[in-house]
């Protein structure tokens, strides 16, 4: 193939073609991690799962509260008003509103202890409510329940019957304030296609409530189940970059990773204080009977500085591990 220089190039152009390969990189670059106040774009990972995606046990930190809660209090889902985000918002933190798109619940407290069937709705910009969904990463909905303190978490994939209401099947929840969350693309409407991360609160009266344990120290190393994850990076609010995972079992490498929503792991972040959500997703994707390991690059751009804490999901022979972990973002 013969390759023909332009030495007469009109330096204007050079510029403006220099300048349109950066910004086509820096869109290539951009992070799946996102406030939940703004819009989403998951790309192809995968978060859904291929084995007992409902499952309320799907998996808990070393230091955190096995997720999920109590007695659901009806079936309809306009009631218990949450506040709705600002046009212009000056943190990350969550809403349950954005881009016309609303998510609803009459579930407003549950009870300590007792799991239970968690109904909820979104509402799209012309009043009505949502039931075409676009299949992202396995899953139409992915739905988180986080206590405030970041000491329990639950990833689910909850299902919707026809008239738009999905049920998210939660596990016994301490009492405390709680935050859920659903991660879902529109199929059909104003801004379909994209992503969008919307969150409400829900109370589980009890002792404790009020109580609020510290965040452990942020720590590039935890161990669950019998396995050391280790990561490494050291990512900065608002730019592109990688964390780096590895897997290790009784100083060994681990190399039997089993695929989880496409992916050899799924990993999510919350933000202490607000509660900002941030998704980040591996590099690779799994091939359905393949395995990975013993390390995982998974690209990261979190959307504020601070102290966040790391959910790292990940399969191994058949049984979902869920191992927490602070990192702090510059």
């Known amino acids: 193939m013969t390759h023909h220089s332009r030495p007469h ?3 204007r152009a050079r ?8 910004a086509a990189l820096a869109v290539t670059l951009t992070a799946c991690g996102s406030a939940a106040t703004s819009g989403t774009d998951h790309g192809g990972a995968a ?5 007992a995606a409902a499952a309320p046990t799907a998996g808990t930190t070393p230091t955190a509260d096995t997720a999920t809660t109590g007695a659901h209090q009806g079936h309809g889902v306009p009631a218990v008003p949450e506040p709705a985000a600002s046009s212009t918002p000056t943190t990350a933190a969550p809403s349950a509103e954005r881009n016309g798109y609303r998510l609803t619940s009459d579930t407003g407290t549950l009870t300590a202890g007792t799991p ?14 949502l039931t075409a969904y676009r299949t992202e990463q396995t899953e139409r909905m992915h739905f988180y329940a986080v206590r405030s ?10 299902e919707m019957a026809a008239d738009g209401t999905w049920t998210a099947p939660l596990a016994a929840l301490t009492p ?6 659903a991660s879902f693309v529109p199929d059909s409407g104003p801004g379909s296609g994209s992503g969008l991360v919307l969150s409400r609160t829900v109370t589980v009266p009890g002792e404790g409530a009020d109580a609020a344990a510290g965040l452990p120290a942020a720590t590039g ?15 900065v609010a608002g730019r592109a970059g990688e964390l780096k995972v590895a897997f290790a079992r009784d100083g060994a490498p681990v190399t039997d990773l089993q695929p989880y929503l496409e992916t050899f792991a799924h990993l999510t972040a919350f933000r202490a204080g607000d509660q900002a ?3 980040l997703h591996p590099e690779t994707r799994a091939e359905a009977n393949g395995t990975g390991g013993p390390t995982l690059t998974f690209h990261a751009e979190m959307p504020a500085a601070g102290d966040w804490r790391l959910f790292l999901q990940f399969r191994t022979g058949g049984q979902l591990h869920t191992a927490g972990l602070t990192l702090t973002v510059a």
């Open 9 to 11: 190039a009109h330096p």
């Open 15 to 22: 510029a403006l073609a220099l300048a349109a390969g950066a």
């Open 47 to 51: 978060h859904g799962t291929t084995t």
């Open 116 to 129: 239970a069937a968690y109904r909820f709705a979104v509402t799209a910009p012309d009043g009505t409510r």
């Open 149 to 158: 303190d970041l000491t329990g978490f639950q990833h689910l994939h909850p």
């Open 176 to 181: 405390g304030t709680w935050r859920t969350y």
């Open 221 to 235: 190393t935890t161990t669950v189940d019998g396995y050391t994850v280790t990561v490494e990076g050291s990512p």
């Open 277 to 279: 959500f941030a998704h």
